[in-house]
């Protein structure tokens, strides 16, 4: 028995969120916007040939303790050039930044679209902005650190 | 300036995961599911009339430092019977249980659909089962504790 096997935890006695799952078209793709751009790591990648699929665990943490990312590749679909569809459903995934405005930046900078600029919702709060990811999945930043100016 | 505009920090340096949004028919219901059956606890509502939607966040902790889901409640919308679609896109959000069939065992008792049941992918390794939430999103279990049967 191995413990590579029970990586979120073997004798918990309370329950948690560990991780919310994504399809994605071209994982190298998305591991580029979320490790590359957004300064996740890739904790495990697991190609699996028998089932067509590799998956990939994102986090801005090194363990399995911290929120993920599943990032899930089908290699052989969406068969059409639209990609997955997002429904009306799902809304985003949010992350807190310290300094939204020059998070923002450095994503515009490596070409990703901002959907909605830094904004701040109520005086003395923090800064909010939306970015996509290469899937269009939308990411919500939230300011997490009063050292920098929301907008 | 008020702290209750910075629950999910106002001092970080380093970026994290905070929460998942999803846009729910009837925000009871759902807190019904995720507090009452699943065990989290609501840590805010906010009603805003203005915009016309109410958002609940909530996690199995009692701060904002670990996973949370962001509940959306648009009064007047869905305006169909079939609520919000789901796409193709999104998965499924993955939470940790330490026993993956009692705690099935349990939410079918509150009538809540299992739609995988309980099972290992690996000898030796932890036990895994889907559930749907009230508006039909897809939830994992994975087993996080060793002292129970994964099945």
């Known amino acids: 028995m191995s413990d590579d096997l029970w990586v979120w935890g073997s004798n918990a006695t309370e329950p948690r969120i560990l991780h919310a799952m994504i399809r994605v078209a071209d994982l190298e ?18 190609d699996v040939p028998a089932g067509k699929f590799s998956i990939a665990f994102v986090s801005f943490s090194s363990d399995y303790e911290s929120g993920a990312i599943e990032l899930t590749h089908n290699w052989e679909s969406p068969a059409n050039d639209e990609g997955y569809s997002h429904g009306s459903g799902y809304g985003h995934i ?22 909605v600029e830094p904004k701040i919702l109520f005086p003395g709060g923090p800064s909010l902005a939306f970015v ?7 990411i919500e930043l939230i300011q997490t650190s009063r050292d920098y100016p929301g907008i």
């Open 29 to 46: 793709r998305s591991l580029g916007f979320y490790c590359g751009a957004l300064g996740m790591r890739k904790l495990v990648q697991h």
């Open 132 to 138: 996509k990811d290469p899937d269009g999945y939308s």
């Open 94 to 115: 949010a992350i807190g930044v310290p300094d939204v405005p020059g998070t923002c930046a450095r994503l515009r900078s490596a070409g990703i679209d901002i959907t």
